[in-house]
């Protein structure tokens, strides 16, 4: 998992601030997915992405979270507003393909940690 | 509502000990992973089982997949402090990497 490259690592955030979170994929992986852990919970599925396009966004809260995956550079997941509950560890995730059953894995990166103050 | 449960939540034993984790659901999956965690660290995967019956084994670790596709079950042969760590399953309903987690077994070998 050591490809999937995820800054910042902790972010430190006060009530009613944004907070942006980025995720660089491995090399040649086009498909990305967030993913949420808050303790002591498995981790939760937020959105899935391609480049520019957002798949599936089933697990994104309705309201403050956005995330993207622009052309160039990374995927962005984006907090408005945080809130004490957004404290949690977002981890994403990339695949080469699709089909991470298949010929892929899934390819996590190392977190980030958002504690809201 | 927890569609994917595992259980223990928490497991300490002694260095050499054998153990199994479960994982259960009242859904079909079209496949499960487990995974490892450790602390600080992102879920890297262990395997993947595909087909109803299926049992993979990696070094000590034993994974089989039920029958029905509804549970899975990780049995660990002489474990090793080097195993500690948190194991989580994950259930897929299809292709693509939108997996349900299970809560996760925190594993503690002490030597």
């Known amino acids: 998992n050591a490809g999937v490259m995820q800054n910042p690592r902790h972010l430190v955030r006060r009530r009613g601030q944004e907070a942006r979170l980025r995720c660089s994929p491995m090399k040649g992986h086009s498909h990305v997915y967030w993913y949420r852990q808050l303790p002591e919970e498995g981790l939760k599925f937020m959105v899935y992405?391609?480049?520019?396009?957002?798949?599936?966004e089933s697990g994104m809260p309705k309201e403050r979270f956005s995330a993207e995956f622009p052309k160039e550079g990374p995927s962005i997941l984006r907090i408005q507003q945080v809130v004490r509950g957004d404290s949690a560890a977002y981890f994403c995730?990339?695949?080469?393909?699709?089909?991470?059953?298949?010929?892929?894995?899934?390819?996590f990166g190392e977190g980030s940690r958002l504690t809201v103050l | 509502t927890q569609l994917l449960e595992q259980s223990p939540q928490f497991l300490s034993i002694q260095e050499g000990e054998n153990l199994t984790v479960y994982c259960n659901s009242s859904?079909?999956?079209?496949?499960l992973q487990w995974y490892r965690q450790e602390p600080g660290e992102g879920p890297v995967l262990l395997v993947t089982v595909v087909t109803g019956g299926e049992v993979k084994k990696l070094k000590r670790l034993t994974f089989q997949f039920g029958d029905a596709r509804k549970d899975s079950s990780l049995h660990i042969t002489a474990a090793q402090p080097g195993d500690t760590g948190l194991y989580l399953c994950a259930g897929a309903r299809g292709q693509g990497g939108k997996l349900i987690f299970g809560q996760g077994t925190e594993l503690s070998v002490k030597p």
């Open positions: 992405l391609q480049k520019e396009n957002i798949i599936d």
């Open positions: 859904s079909v999956f079209s496949s």
């Open positions: 995730a990339s695949s080469k393909t699709r089909d991470t059953l298949g010929t892929g894995e899934l390819f």
